[in-house]
């Protein structure tokens, strides 16, 4: 299981302006109204979204039938359950114990002085938002970390930085790309 830490939700989330027809079509596409299909639901709408939109799970909500505090019990659950948008590299950090030993949290560290995030943060560019997992199946290239959809092996403190800067280069690159299109 992850082990990042999961915002919390509080009562005056902002009520975003979002098109809900995909979720009022995940909605629709339930069998009955079982809590069962909660995490299910959750996962398939930040499949959409990336994060689970606040109107969203107001939707979700009434159509199960469960709280907001029940709901919002079930989010935290769930690390990779976000209920903020996340920047768009999603940093896993592997914490599993191999990985950990190799050095893991002195690369989160380092991180942290790099982009100023420590696990569930996101940076102020919106670029990095930063999670730690447990066991990434590659124990033998430890320490390991999955940045968007790539997976990076036998890092350390300044590869990592290295790397990230790379992500930050390509994307600046694209928005300049796409300023001047
Ligand atoms: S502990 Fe990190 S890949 Fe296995």
């Given at each position: 299981?992850?082990?990042n830490?999961t915002?919390v939700?509080?009562?005056?989330?902002?009520q975003?302006?979002?098109?809900l027809?995909?979720?009022e079509e995940i909605?629709?596409?339930?069998?009955d109204?079982?809590?069962?299909?909660?995490?299910?639901?959750?996962?398939?709408?930040?499949?959409?979204?990336r994060?689970l939109p606040?109107?969203a799970m107001e939707l979700?909500?009434?159509?199960?039938n469960?709280s907001k505090a029940?709901?919002?019990?079930v989010?935290?659950?769930?690390?990779?359950?976000l209920i903020t948008?996340?920047?768009?590299?999603i940093?896993k950090?592997?914490y599993?114990?191999?990985?950990?030993?190799k050095?893991?949290?002195?690369?989160?560290?380092?991180?942290h002085?790099g982009?100023?995030?420590?696990?569930g943060?996101?940076?102020s560019s919106?670029?990095?938002t930063?999670?730690?997992?447990?066991c990434l199946?590659?124990?033998g290239?430890?320490?390991?970390?999955?940045?968007?959809?790539?997976t990076?092996g036998?890092i350390d403190p300044?590869?990592?930085?290295?790397?990230?800067?790379e992500?930050?280069?390509?994307?600046?690159?694209?928005?300049?790309?796409?300023?001047t299109?």
């Amino acid at each position: 299981m992850e082990t990042n830490e999961t915002p919390v939700a509080t009562e005056d989330t902002e009520q975003e302006e979002i098109d809900l027809a995909p979720v009022e079509e995940i909605i629709k596409n339930l069998p009955d109204n079982s809590r069962g299909h909660l995490v299910p639901t959750l996962q398939k709408i930040q499949n959409v979204y990336r994060y689970l939109p606040a109107p969203a799970m107001e939707l979700v909500m009434e159509a199960l039938n469960v709280s907001k505090a029940q709901l919002y019990g079930v989010i935290s659950f769930y690390p990779q359950l976000l209920i903020t948008e996340p920047g768009k590299y999603i940093i896993k950090l592997c914490y599993g114990t191999a990985c950990f030993v190799k050095g893991a949290p002195i690369i989160g560290d380092k991180i942290h002085d790099g982009y100023h995030i420590r696990p569930g943060e996101t940076d102020s560019s919106k670029l990095f938002t930063l999670q730690t997992a447990s066991c990434l199946g590659n124990c033998g290239a430890a320490p390991m970390a999955i940045i968007g959809e790539d997976t990076h092996g036998t890092i350390d403190p300044e590869k990592t930085l290295a790397i990230l800067g790379e992500y930050k280069h390509d994307a600046e690159t694209l928005e300049t790309e796409e300023a001047t299109a």
